[in-house]
């Protein structure tokens, strides 16, 4: 059975996911700050995190860096703050998914779900060759190779390092200045164009319909997700 540590300190909202995600099944914990909700991750060990960031003892970015200095659990955050940067800083720090408040439950409960299959490990793994399948394509990251239609893709460099950091993130919405740091270097953060040409070839290279992408998702302002 699934177990969820949610972290908020607003009762209502707690009352409302403990109710709708007991009746659904989940095995389900609840902090009302930060230094309870560590505790309770290194106790229970939680499947999926939801964590608000508006805590009265530690600022939820700083409980995303302690969950991550020793789990890799999905952390769904879910905030009243609406603005780009804050949602970047959270995602920059370890976090999956965002979602702002008010929020329908049902959205919720769907990007929880894809969070805990995204959790599950990536196909493949044999004499260290690991390989993606979609739809579409096959990405053999061990031989950095990519396959569409019987065929291998051509790609440059570039296109295959920005590919690999999504595909390693499978399902992870990865912030735009995690990717350009990743992909050209830290001195970059900021050349978000980048990103939109080396996306768009991609898209063109991957994608069966490049203008209604299926597996390079853009979430406006904040980064990229590949899902399978």
């Given at each position: 059975m699934t177990?969820?540590?949610?972290?908020?300190?607003?009762?209502?909202?707690?009352?409302?996911?403990?109710i709708n995600l007991k009746a659904r099944k989940y095995e389900v914990d609840s902090a009302p700050d930060g230094?309870?909700?560590?505790?309770?991750?290194?106790e229970r060990h939680p499947d999926v995190v939801v964590l608000d960031l508006g805590l009265p003892d530690l600022d939820g970015v700083e409980v995303i860096k302690g969950l991550r200095g020793w789990t890799r659990v999905p952390i769904i955050v879910l905030s009243a703050r609406h603005t780009s940067d804050e949602k970047v800083e959270a995602l920059d720090a370890g976090a999956d998914d965002y979602v702002t408040?008010?929020?329908g439950m049902d959205e919720l409960l769907a990007r929880l779900r894809a969070a805990?299959?995204?959790?599950e490990p990536v196909g493949g793994a044999e004499d260290g060759v690991v390989v993606v399948e979609t739809a579409d394509f096959t990405v053999d990251l061990a031989a950095k190779k990519v396959h569409r239609d019987g065929r291998d893709v051509r790609l440059t460099p570039t296109e295959w390092h920005l590919l690999e950091v999504l595909v390693r993130n499978g399902g992870r919405l990865v912030s735009q200045k995690q990717l350009l740091q990743e992909v050209w270097g830290p001195s970059y953060g900021t050349e978000t164009n980048y990103l939109r040409v080396y996306m768009a070839q991609l898209r063109?290279?991957?994608?069966?319909?490049p203008?209604?992408?299926?597996?390079?998702?853009?979430?406006?302002?904040?980064?990229?997700?590949?899902e399978r």
């Amino acid at each position: 059975m699934t177990r969820v540590l949610v972290v908020d300190d607003e009762p209502q909202i707690v009352r409302a996911l403990v109710i709708n995600l007991k009746a659904r099944k989940y095995e389900v914990d609840s902090a009302p700050d930060g230094a309870t909700a560590l505790k309770l991750a290194a106790e229970r060990h939680p499947d999926v995190v939801v964590l608000d960031l508006g805590l009265p003892d530690l600022d939820g970015v700083e409980v995303i860096k302690g969950l991550r200095g020793w789990t890799r659990v999905p952390i769904i955050v879910l905030s009243a703050r609406h603005t780009s940067d804050e949602k970047v800083e959270a995602l920059d720090a370890g976090a999956d998914d965002y979602v702002t408040k008010p929020f329908g439950m049902d959205e919720l409960l769907a990007r929880l779900r894809a969070a805990v299959r995204r959790a599950e490990p990536v196909g493949g793994a044999e004499d260290g060759v690991v390989v993606v399948e979609t739809a579409d394509f096959t990405v053999d990251l061990a031989a950095k190779k990519v396959h569409r239609d019987g065929r291998d893709v051509r790609l440059t460099p570039t296109e295959w390092h920005l590919l690999e950091v999504l595909v390693r993130n499978g399902g992870r919405l990865v912030s735009q200045k995690q990717l350009l740091q990743e992909v050209w270097g830290p001195s970059y953060g900021t050349e978000t164009n980048y990103l939109r040409v080396y996306m768009a070839q991609l898209r063109r290279k991957l994608e069966t319909d490049p203008s209604h992408p299926r597996h390079f998702v853009t979430e406006p302002g904040m980064g990229y997700r590949f899902e399978r």
